[in-house]
């Protein structure tokens, strides 16, 4: 349990996606649990707050959430660029990758998937609702978020707030191989 982390009104859920960072998507059915990097993640609806990820059909995480209906998105600080990287190139069919990567997890408040708070900046309970088209067609799952929390020395009372001294928790955007971009500076836009 990371003290820091604080309740997000579902209402500012899409605002902790909004910007594209990487995330890490937990799942979990019976006794088995997951942990892999997506990219490809996206708000498509503020209120209810829904979302879509790319989760690609061969991933033991596609196998765990068609079973379960459920997943969690966390959102991984620069301090976890390795691990993420980690989780994204190895699957959990080889082994529990939370074990494997010392990775420390409590269950959500709704859902009770696992989420992670230690070097994350923020994570999303996600309920699946069924599209088995565009599953299958595109392996774009579509959600309802349900709960979410976030570190407040970064994201607090709806807002990000990306300073020098909040570094290790700047979201990590993908680049491709292995290399990311962090997210280090804000620039406000002059009302037109
Ligand atoms: C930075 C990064 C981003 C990735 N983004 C996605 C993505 O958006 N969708 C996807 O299906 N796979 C993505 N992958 C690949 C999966 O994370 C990878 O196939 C993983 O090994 C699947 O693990 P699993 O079999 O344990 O579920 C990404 C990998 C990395 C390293």
Not at 3 to 23: D, Q, Y
Request: with cysteine.
């Amino acid at each position: 349990m990371n003290e820091h982390f604080r309740p997000v009104a579902l209402e500012h859920a899409s605002r902790l996606i909004n910007h594209g960072p990487t995330v890490l998507v937990t799942s979990a059915a019976g006794a088995q649990r997951n942990v892999m990097a997506a990219a490809w993640s996206m708000p498509v609806e503020f209120t209810p707050p829904r979302i879509a990820v790319v989760v690609d059909k061969s991933t033991f995480t596609r196998q765990l959430i068609m079973a379960s209906g459920v997943f969690g998105l966390c959102i991984p600080g620069a301090g976890l660029a390795d691990l993420t990287y980690a989780v994204g190139s190895t699957s959990g069919r080889d082994g529990d990758k939370f074990s494997r990567y010392g990775i420390e997890v409590r269950p959500g408040p709704v859902l009770g998937l696992p989420v992670i708070e230690a070097g994350c900046a923020a994570w999303l309970e996600c309920r699946l609702i069924r599209e088995p088209h565009t599953e299958e067609a595109y392996d774009t799952c579509f959600a309802e978020v349900v709960a979410a929390a976030a570190d407040d020395r970064i994201f607090a009372n709806g807002h990000w707030s990306v300073r020098d001294d909040n570094e290790a928790l700047h979201t990590l955007h993908h680049l491709g191989g292995g290399h990311f971009a962090r997210a280090g500076s804000v620039i406000r836009a002059k009302s037109p």
